[in-house]
């Protein structure tokens, strides 16, 4: 499969990854930002795609990762993120690990109800990251590990689409409560 057969056109450019294919290249991402790759091993009732270890002086740092194929079927994997913090708690980073999607999309879905989503997962201090196998490259879109080695690695660093989507979450907020006060007054 070339790079352009995995670029899919249509109304909304998206990118289509085996999801072998995604772990194999986080299990790379994570190895050249120090990180020993654990064996496959449950957390409570889940098994991670991807669970490593890195050591800093005493400090240690985990990371948990879940795949999805897309947004629309990340609901499971983020119920499995959410399940391995319910036995891990704040010891790990937890990452939703999903091919490139639109802009659009992706925007689409942080906003739907209210935010709630997005929201959710800024509650659970789960990040997502985009996964590009053929350009080498991981974007962390929100959220921020624990370990702040791991932003150097990252493809923007340290910007995020944390406050465009807050903004925009705000933004519908705030417009619903003006429509509340307006249909109050009448």
Known sequence: ?????KIREGEFRSWSFP?????EWTRVFLSDAGYEL?????????????YGRRKEGEKTYDIVGF????????TEALAKLAAARAVLGDRADYALLLPPINEYLLLEYFRQDRGRWYLAMKDLKIMVWLINPAEEYVWCITGE???KTLLEFFVQG????DFLIMREINQLLWEDELREMQNERR
């Open 1 to 5: 499969m070339s790079d352009n057969d």
């Open 19 to 23: 999801p072998e294919k995604i772990r």
């Open 38 to 50: 654990l064996p496959p091993d449950y957390i409570g009732f889940v098994l991670p795609a991807i």
């Open 67 to 74: 795949d999805a194929p897309d947004m629309e079927t990340s």
């Open 145 to 147: 590990p624990l370990d």
């Open 158 to 161: 340290k910007i995020s689409a």
